[in-house]
């Protein structure tokens, strides 16, 4: 089993790999050139890595996989058509976990390859621990893989192939003759004629259960429990013994998993990684982006904000809050960070909150009891801790609302009825038999909480389906990045008009 | 003494004593044990399967498991349940299910199973409606279960298949082999995807799509095969016996599902609306006409063809439920069970002589008890034999074992070729 060995005393720096002398028994001799370790671009991931690694490398190369393989989920389950979720992660790769081929020039192919690995096993060290987790990464990782085999140098590809041995069984020129029928009504061909493509193509003899996709779509001719599959079909035979691998490699990592616990400092650091995953959140913080650009927020503009771009669950809160005059204090600590997040100076936060509170509360109470809470969220109190605004993740798992509570996320805590007269009465965009809705409640179903905002975010911007809140199609992890990514179109929308209007276009009228 | 014989007491299935009675004396246990268990010592297969028991009055009882088949039996004549059900073999035994960590309690190996029920051939049969069930509207049934029986076998390699009638209008099947066993339910998926032709609810009129997304290809080698089996049963069943396209709303189907590229359709319904023509009559000139097209116009011809080849699955192919069969945690009705409502045994049934079967002459609960009473209490032929032998439930027992022993003749020689293969070393 894979277990990593760090050294967290190391300077950061200390990035060379370097063979584990404790561990280096078969591996090492015919690894003695890092290069052969990673011959190929794609890796089955078959052998545990016997390299040091530092503590931060551990945690860093786990988090990039792991935003990739949320990522990655937040797309499935957005049901995009193929080619356009392909290129949607193909376009996250590149960023955050890129893996070049062998030809590729100025780039540490190694220095990739190695991360890759590395975090991939930490990963599985993390994903094992619930049959739930472990399906949840299987997922993801089959997907990744996926994509990644089928953008692969085709010479390189065959070569990895090869690598792998499989033993396929080739249906022989006799038997091909024999099914000829048959094999020729499976093909689908497009283009080509039949005959032609019957000529040129040759077929793997499987038994059925190892190709269940291809055989739900009758894309194979199946007799006597063997499928009969095409080469142009490969891809799901890959696949197949990809997933049935690592399904294999997880259980038994599950079993092995009490020893690993042993070293305290990797078991928080997993722990964060898998709570992290199960919120469907890859362990999003939020960075304020009010200190950067400057735009402050104040007491006035607070209700005007709200309105235009507030998500969902603080939408609800401002609310109540206008509505009632009152808020619970969890709720309170929600929306004020929150606020804090959007640029509400703390001398405006205690304006708003003395306005909203009205007359319902005289100056001495809320001087009293208010003013210190909303000081002690700008740090100004107490431990003098700078709160950072709760992202989804903590809203949808931490303090779950009580019955009387405000709080929390609506997709996850509201009924699904109230769910649904509550987005109805905020977002006029919204109706109750249209398509959008039907996604929104879908995603609830399924728990994807942060997806069904998402979709809400897209509809009520004018956004298609998969757009998401950036360029990446990104999903909604922080309630302040959806405020702030629907500030910033605002802004660019402003910004189109004035140059318009700037440039004198006589072409565009305004009204 | 001669009139004794028609005197029998009524023996009402959802009385307390009868279902006791049965199974104190009747149900076969050991059979059973051994058709769950595949070996003749308790192993996961049955210590860690989950039964489900109905209770009278509709009490429901799930995570039920046990160590032995005498267990079994116990809890069996103590609980008296109206009936049971079989799940998979989870990763722990079920009965501890309160005490196993989260998540610790997963489905792993289970029977495939397939459900079919008449209440999906209420559009197109015609003799009953409803929870009824007559011998002909069974030739349905029988069809399906002809085109399953081989494709299960010969398409997918497998063996060890048990056709079980679920006591009123429907039919189970329960495939043993390991392979069988092992399945994922992304296997059963796709497998059972595969299987399924018939799609789409009461709104839709054409629930036959299985030629790609332009509905022109050619039909699956395997569907082809199917609907050759099909084409007699097609016209013995649809169109002979049950006269689909009889009535108004029948033919009215018909002609919905034909192409509209040529005005075929408009004729034939005023002929329709003017005579009484048989169903059969009506198919014959629909051929006739498509026939004509052949030489004509050959690619309308294809059309037509393949139309007529949708219709006879649509009306022949196997209506599968195909929910149950895709995963494994899915609980399905024991055999050997007594239906609740009909009082019938859900008995075994054979199927190269399903055509043959008669649900109304399966044995109920009550004409095996009054069997058994018929038995002379001091009989020394009583005291050897097992009490099902003397009732007309024994052939249907004798299926089963027979069934069971070739199980567990290659459960034997697996374990046998296992260990010689670890001798080796
Ligand atoms: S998903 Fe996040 S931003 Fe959206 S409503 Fe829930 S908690 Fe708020
Ligand atoms: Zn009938």
């Given at each position: 089993?894979?277990?990593?060995?760090?050294?967290?005393?190391?300077?950061?720096?200390?990035?060379?790999?370097?063979?584990?002398?404790?561990?280096?028994?078969?591996?090492?001799s015919?690894?003695?050139?890092?290069?052969?370790?990673?011959p190929?671009?794609?890796?089955?991931?078959?052998?545990?890595?016997?390299?040091?690694i530092?503590?931060?490398?551990?945690?860093?190369?786990?988090?990039?996989?792991?935003?990739?393989?949320?990522?990655?989920?937040?797309?499935?389950?957005?049901?995009?058509?193929?080619?356009?979720?392909?290129?949607?992660?193909?376009?996250?790769?590149?960023?955050?976990?890129?893996?070049?081929?062998?030809t590729?020039?100025?780039?540490?192919?190694?220095?990739?390859?190695?991360?890759?690995?590395?975090?991939?096993?930490v990963?599985?060290?993390?994903?094992?621990?619930?049959?739930?987790?472990?399906?949840r990464?299987?997922?993801?990782?089959?997907?990744?893989?996926?994509?990644?085999?089928?953008?692969d140098?085709?010479?390189?590809?065959?070569?990895f192939?090869?690598?792998?041995?499989f033993?396929?069984?080739?249906?022989?020129?006799?038997?091909?003759?024999?099914?000829?029928?048959?094999?020729?009504?499976?093909?689908?061909?497009?283009?080509?004629?039949?005959?032609?493509?019957?000529?040129?193509?040759?077929?793997?003899?499987?038994?059925?259960h190892?190709?269940?996709?291809?055989?739900?779509q009758?894309?194979?001719y199946?007799?006597?429990?063997?499928?009969y599959?095409?080469?142009?079909?490969?891809?799901?035979?890959?696949?197949?013994?990809?997933?049935?691998?690592?399904?294999r490699?997880?259980?038994?990592?599950?079993k092995?998993l009490?020893?690993?616990?042993?070293?305290?400092?990797?078991?928080?650091?997993?722990?964060?990684?898998?709570?992290?995953?199960?919120?469907?959140?890859?362990?999003?913080?939020?960075?304020?982006?009010?200190d950067?650009?400057?735009?402050?927020?104040t007491?006035?503009?607070?209700?005007?904000?709200?309105?235009?771009?507030?998500?969902?669950?603080?939408?609800?809160?401002y609310?109540?809050?206008?509505?009632?005059h009152?808020?619970?204090?969890f709720?309170?600590?929600?929306?004020?960070?929150?606020?804090?997040?959007?640029?509400?100076?703390?001398?405006e936060?205690?304006?708003?909150?003395?306005?909203?509170?009205?007359?319902?509360?005289?100056?001495?109470?809320?001087?009293?009891?208010?003013?210190?809470?909303?000081?002690?969220?700008?740090?100004?109190?107490?431990?003098?801790?700078?709160?950072?605004?709760?992202?989804?993740?903590?809203?949808?798992?931490?303090?779950?609302?009580?019955?009387?509570?405000?709080?929390?996320?609506?997709?996850?805590?509201?009924?699904?009825?109230?769910?649904?007269?509550?987005?109805?009465?905020?977002?006029?965009?919204?109706d109750?038999?249209?398509?959008?809705?039907r996604?929104?409640?879908?995603?609830?179903?399924?728990s994807?909480?942060h997806?069904?905002?998402?979709?809400?975010?897209?509809?009520?911007?004018?956004?298609?389906?998969?757009?998401?809140?950036?360029?990446?199609?990104?999903?909604?992890?922080?309630?302040?990045?959806?405020?702030?990514?629907?500030?910033?179109?605002?802004?660019?929308?402003?910004?189109?008009i004035?140059?318009?209007?700037?440039?004198?276009?006589e072409?565009v009228?305004?009204? | 003494m001669?009139?004794?014989?028609?005197?029998?007491?009524?023996?009402?299935?959802?009385?307390?004593?009868?279902?006791?009675?049965?199974?104190?004396?009747?149900f076969?246990?050991?059979?059973?044990?051994?058709?769950l268990?595949?070996d003749h010592?308790?192993?996961?297969?049955?210590?860690?399967?989950?039964?489900?028991?109905?209770?009278?009055?509709?009490?429901?009882?799930?995570?039920?498991?046990?160590?032995?088949?005498?267990e079994?039996?116990?809890?069996?004549?103590?609980?008296?349940?109206?009936?049971?059900?079989?799940?998979?073999?989870?990763?722990?035994?079920?009965?501890?299910?309160?005490?196993?960590?989260?998540?610790?309690?997963?489905?792993?190996?289970r029977?495939?199973?397939?459900?079919?029920?008449?209440?999906?051939?209420?559009?197109?049969?015609?003799?009953?409606?409803?929870?009824?069930?007559?011998?002909r509207?069974?030739?349905?049934?029988?069809?399906?279960?002809?085109?399953?029986?081989?494709?299960?076998?010969?398409?997918?390699?497998?063996?060890?298949?048990?056709?079980?009638?679920?006591?009123?209008?429907?039919?189970?099947?329960?495939?043993?082999?390991?392979?069988?066993?092992?399945?994922?339910?992304?296997?059963r998926?796709?497998?059972?995807?595969?299987?399924?032709?018939?799609k789409?609810?009461?709104?839709?009129?054409?629930?036959?799509?299985?030629?790609?997304?332009k509905?022109?290809?050619?039909?699956?080698?395997?569907?082809?095969?199917?609907?050759?089996l099909?084409?007699?049963?097609?016209v013995?069943?649809?169109?002979?016996?049950?006269?689909?396209f009889?009535?108004?709303?029948?033919?009215?189907?018909?002609?919905?599902?034909?192409?509209?590229?040529?005005d075929?359709?408009?004729?034939?319904?005023?002929?329709w609306?003017?005579?009484?023509?048989?169903?059969?009559?009506?198919?014959?000139?629909?051929?006739?006409?498509?026939?004509?097209?052949?030489?004509?116009?050959?690619?309308?011809?294809?059309?037509?063809?393949?139309?007529?080849?949708?219709?006879?699955?649509?009306?022949?192919?196997?209506?599968?439920?195909?929910?149950?069969?895709?995963?494994?945690?899915?609980?399905?009705?024991?055999?050997?069970?007594?239906?609740?409502?009909?009082?019938?045994?859900?008995?075994?049934?054979n199927?190269?002589?399903?055509?043959?079967?008669?649900?109304?002459?399966?044995?109920?609960?009550?004409?095996?008890?009054?069997e058994?009473?018929?038995?002379?209490?001091?009989?020394?032929?009583?005291?050897?034999?097992?009490?099902?032998?003397?009732?007309?439930?024994?052939?249907?027992?004798?299926?089963?074992?027979?069934?069971?022993?070739?199980?567990?003749?290659?459960?034997?020689?697996?374990?046998?070729?296992?260990?010689?293969?670890?001798?080796?070393?």
């Amino acid at each position: 089993m894979f277990k990593p060995s760090t050294r967290h005393n190391l300077p950061a720096l200390t990035a060379d790999v370097k063979i584990n002398k404790r561990q280096s028994t078969s591996a090492s001799s015919s690894s003695s050139s890092s290069s052969s370790r990673w011959p190929y671009r794609l890796n089955f991931y078959d052998q545990p890595p016997v390299l040091d690694i530092t503590l931060e490398e551990f945690e860093v190369f786990a988090i990039a996989r792991l935003r990739v393989l949320t990522h990655i989920e937040a797309l499935s389950h957005r049901s995009l058509p193929f080619p356009q979720f392909s290129s949607a992660v193909g376009t996250y790769l590149k960023q955050h976990l890129p893996l070049s081929s062998n030809t590729a020039r100025n780039v540490n192919v190694l220095e990739e390859r190695r991360k890759d690995e590395i975090g991939h096993w930490v990963l599985r060290l993390a994903f094992c621990r619930s049959p739930d987790l472990r399906a949840r990464f299987l997922r993801s990782e089959l997907a990744l893989f996926r994509q990644r085999f089928e953008t692969d140098d085709a010479a390189e590809r065959a070569a990895f192939l090869k690598s792998l041995q499989f033993d396929w069984q080739l249906v022989d020129a006799g038997e091909k003759a024999r099914l000829e029928t048959e094999l020729k009504t499976c093909l689908w061909t497009s283009g080509t004629s039949k005959d032609e493509a019957f000529r040129a193509e040759s077929w793997f003899k499987v038994p059925w259960h190892t190709v269940p996709d291809l055989v739900g779509q009758r894309r194979v001719y199946i007799n006597g429990g063997m499928a009969y599959v095409p080469q142009s079909l490969q891809i799901s035979l890959v696949l197949q013994a990809f997933g049935s691998r690592l399904e294999r490699a997880l259980e038994l990592t599950a079993k092995n998993l009490p020893r690993l616990d042993e070293d305290e400092r990797l078991g928080p650091v997993l722990d964060h990684l898998a709570t992290s995953f199960l919120s469907g959140l890859g362990a999003a913080e939020y960075q304020s982006e009010s200190d950067g650009n400057g735009t402050t927020v104040t007491a006035d503009m607070v209700d005007d904000v709200a309105r235009k771009h507030f998500p969902p669950c603080m939408r609800n809160l401002y609310d109540r809050l206008k509505r009632d005059h009152h808020l619970k204090h969890f709720a309170r600590l929600q929306l004020g960070l929150f606020l804090k997040g959007i640029g509400l100076p703390l001398d405006e936060a205690v304006v708003f909150w003395r306005r909203m509170y009205g007359a319902t509360m005289s100056d001495d109470k809320f001087n009293k009891e208010y003013k210190y809470n909303i000081r002690h969220g700008y740090g100004q109190e107490g431990k003098r801790m700078n709160y950072a605004p709760k992202s989804c993740q903590a809203i949808l798992t931490i303090n779950q609302p009580g019955t009387q509570d405000s709080h929390g996320c609506p997709f996850r805590h509201f009924s699904p009825d109230n769910l649904v007269i509550f987005l109805l009465s905020t977002y006029p965009q919204l109706d109750r038999s249209s398509p959008e809705m039907r996604d929104i409640l879908d995603s609830v179903k399924t728990s994807h909480y942060h997806v069904a905002c998402t979709r809400v975010f897209e509809v009520t911007h004018g956004l298609k389906k998969g757009q998401g809140l950036g360029p990446d199609g990104e999903t909604v992890t922080h309630p302040n990045k959806f405020v702030d990514r629907s500030r910033e179109m605002e802004r660019d929308r402003m910004e189109a008009i004035k140059a318009k209007e700037g440039g004198g276009d006589e072409d565009v009228k305004m009204d | 003494m001669a009139i004794a014989v028609n005197e029998h007491a009524d023996y009402d299935p959802s009385s307390p004593q009868v279902m006791n009675a049965f199974y104190r004396r009747l149900f076969p246990y050991r059979p059973f044990f051994l058709w769950l268990n595949q070996d003749h010592v308790p192993a996961k297969l049955y210590t860690h399967r989950e039964f489900a028991f109905t209770l009278q009055g509709d009490v429901y009882i799930r995570y039920n498991s046990f160590h032995t088949a005498d267990e079994f039996k116990r809890e069996v004549l103590r609980l008296n349940p109206s009936r049971f059900e079989i799940g998979p073999q989870y990763s722990a035994r079920p009965r501890d299910r309160k005490t196993l960590p989260a998540g610790a309690l997963q489905p792993q190996r289970r029977e495939l199973v397939f459900d079919i029920d008449m209440t999906d051939y209420d559009e197109i049969r015609t003799c009953c409606t409803d929870k009824k069930i007559c011998k002909r509207c069974w030739g349905f049934i029988a069809a399906a279960v002809k085109v399953l029986d081989h494709g299960l076998r010969e398409t997918f390699g497998f063996k060890h298949l048990l056709w079980v009638y679920s006591g009123r209008r429907g039919i189970h099947c329960w495939i043993s082999d390991p392979a069988a066993l092992d399945l994922t339910d992304d296997q059963r998926k796709g497998l059972v995807t595969f299987m399924e032709v018939i799609k789409g609810g009461k709104e839709q009129a054409k629930k036959v799509n299985v030629r790609g997304s332009k509905d022109e290809g050619s039909l699956h080698p395997v569907l082809k095969e199917s609907l050759e089996l099909l084409k007699p049963e097609f016209v013995d069943v649809c169109l002979r016996d049950q006269d689909c396209f009889r009535s108004e709303q029948g033919w009215e189907t018909l002609l919905a599902l034909l192409p509209t590229d040529r005005d075929v359709v408009g004729p034939l319904r005023a002929d329709w609306k003017n005579s009484d023509k048989s169903s059969m009559a009506k198919w014959e000139q629909v051929m006739k006409l498509v026939g004509e097209m052949r030489t004509s116009n050959s690619p309308l011809f294809r059309k037509y063809e393949r139309a007529l080849e949708d219709i006879i699955l649509q009306y022949s192919y196997p209506r599968i439920d195909a929910e149950v069969s895709k995963h494994r945690n899915h609980l399905l009705k024991a055999p050997f069970c007594v239906h609740p409502g009909t009082g019938r045994i859900c008995v075994p049934v054979n199927p190269s002589l399903v055509d043959e079967f008669d649900p109304a002459l399966v044995p109920t609960v009550g004409e095996l008890l009054n069997e058994l009473d018929r038995i002379p209490p001091d009989s020394g032929e009583a005291r050897k034999a097992d009490d099902y032998e003397h009732t007309s439930l024994k052939p249907y027992v004798d299926m089963f074992e027979k069934h069971v022993a070739a199980i567990l003749r290659d459960s034997r020689g697996a374990k046998r070729a296992a260990k010689e293969e670890s001798m080796d070393f």
